[in-house]
């Protein structure tokens, strides 16, 4: 297989620090008091809908309360 004469296969990535631009990009755009307020509020929600899935879930994974239930009633009157 021939050798080609360049050290990389692609030269110009080797030579890109050469072509730094120098524009500045633009700064970022102040989020509005409306866009802060929805954020936080949606922040919120899922920290209540986390705290909330604990506070129904953790009382249902208890083993002694689950022993409790032996079965449906509907079939103790059988």
Known sequence: MPRRGESVPF?????ADRFRSNVAPPPRAQRSVAEKAGSALFG???VAGLVGSLILGVPA???DRQSEHHGPTAAESR
């Open 44 to 46: 919120l929600t899922v």
């Open 61 to 63: 994974l208890d083993p």
């Open 11 to 15: 030269a110009f990535i080797a030579d």
